[in-house]
Nanobody, 119 residues
Framework: QVQLVESGGGLVQAGGSLRLSCAASGSTFSIYRMGWFRQAAGKERESVATIWWSGGTTYYADSVKGRFTISRDNAKNTVNLQMNNLKAEDMAVYYC????????????WGQGTQVTVSS
């Protein structure tokens, strides 16, 4: 079991920045990949950014490339999402998730943190 706790959401003006953090605990040795997802009101959940725990390869959705940066701290078992130049369309509940091996859905999810962007 892996437990995830997100923090850092809040209200920000368009063009501003926020930094989300996700702390993992429990069986962290089983982490293969961690990701940030978001779900806006009335929309399906979508992948925002992912990072492979070993090696640190990253992936970004086209909509956030150049604005968001995902990073990890293996020693602290945390993953961060730096979000710059936020837009109204970035407003959503952001979730942190863990995948324990390739080819399967993400196994563990955090409770989510709200990001609100005012224009």
């Amino acid at each position: 079991q892996v437990q995830l706790v997100e923090s850092g959401g809040g209200l920000v003006q368009a063009g501003g920045s926020l930094r989300l953090s996700c702390a993992a605990s429990g069986s962290t040795f089983s982490i293969y990949r961690m990701g940030w997802f978001r779900q806006a009101a009335g929309k399906e959940r979508e992948s925002v950014a992912t990072i492979w725990w070993s090696g640190g390869t990253t992936y970004y959705a086209d909509s956030v490339k150049g604005r968001f940066t995902i990073s990890r701290d293996n020693a602290k078992n945390t993953v961060n999402l730096q979000m710059n130049n936020l837009k109204a369309e970035d407003m959503a509940v952001y979730y942190c998730a863990v995948q324990t091996r390739p080819g399967i859905p993400y196994d563990y999810w955090g409770q989510g943190t709200q990001v609100t962007v005012s224009s």
